[in-house]
């Protein structure tokens, strides 16, 4: 065996090297000589401007629907906070506004020819544009050639914070443009989520190293669905299938105007999210399938909220899993506002065949109330400062540390025999 091959083998002790490790033996079975970089955008070589249409001069993108700015120093002489970029001082750093006059998209002006079996790696920094009168998050999604819509969400304010995707096609694709797009529709449409230092390359990355995102191997914020009750089969335009009873859209139903129809604190018709419970307990289970390597760290997050109280629900609840993951459960207050919650999951063994799956645990003389569920987000954990990745304890992982003293144990009681 070759020294560069052990050396290899030995490495898969971390979880960041061993993403690196597996990277390169794929790079090697395409016979590609080394990863590249398909598109890089800073700004910086663009003109600071507002309500930019169409071609924006000097980058490697065009708006392709309705406007965008370019934040620097805005030259007609106008100047507030609103005209840096979040860390900049002055025109000394340009970043891209993705609302103009109201939300815009813009598409890469390259058009790439994805290998399926590849993996594509897209990094970009992102911040939210100074607080509007709204004061609702900034939202935006991500497209690469026929990936599903990565979604984002941001608060007012702040500095740049970096994110990671991969995207690994299963059918070859010619001609894929990426696309960012914003879904900020506020009060004053002008403020919109702020984008910078754009990489697509053709590689994957090791997680959490010299970044701070993570990445996102889906997201699923409902915006898309249609609100409506008892969904079985089939959750149009969410990634997700009813395995149980129904579940239901909660948005603004028609002809059923009420506070149980709107999610808590979306304005009506301007927010989606997912009851669990249709006309009783509900299961959905993802449509796609996930990878997941032996000693990496998955993170499982999402919003959860009670329905209101209807008299027989004092707690709503739910169980999630990830592949062999083992459930994990969760409970929120009758009435209670979102709040996120998580769980990292590491498996022991490699998983080709994963799944995410919810299931509701209410069931009451009301069945038709349940938990509420939005903005769900699978991602490789970010990492601590020492590296590794910030893990949460399950009942699986409990499981191996106990088989791993215990074998410890006997080690050192047989050196002692000795």
Known sequence: MSRCLVSILRSVRRPAVALVATAALAVSAHGAARAASLLTESFNGTQPGSAYAGSIGGSAFAVTS?????IGSIANGARSTFYDCPGSIGSANNCLDLN??????ITSSSRFDLRAGTTYTLRFDLAGSVADPGGAPFTMQVTLGDSAAYRFSV???GNFGTEQIRYTPTTDQSAASLVFTSTTAHVSPEYGPLIDNIVLSDAPSAPGVAISGSDILFS?????????????GAVSATGFTTTLGTVD???DLPNLGSGFFTCPFGAVGSNNCLDLNGSGPGAIITDQVFTLLAGVTYQIGFDMAGSVDDGNHDIYGLHVALGDSGDVAFSADAGSPFSRRTFNYTPVQNQTDARLTLTSDSNTANPQYGPLIDNIVIRIAPLSQNNEPAAVPEPASFAVLGVGLLALAKLRRRRGDN
């Open 249 to 251: 859209i909660i948005g």
């Open 100 to 105: 103009g006059n109201g939300p815009g998209s």
């Open 155 to 157: 608060p007012a304010g």
């Open 220 to 232: 699923q914020d409902f915006s898309d669905a249609t609100p409506a009750p008892n969904y079985s």
């Open 66 to 70: 309705g406007t965008a700015d370019i």
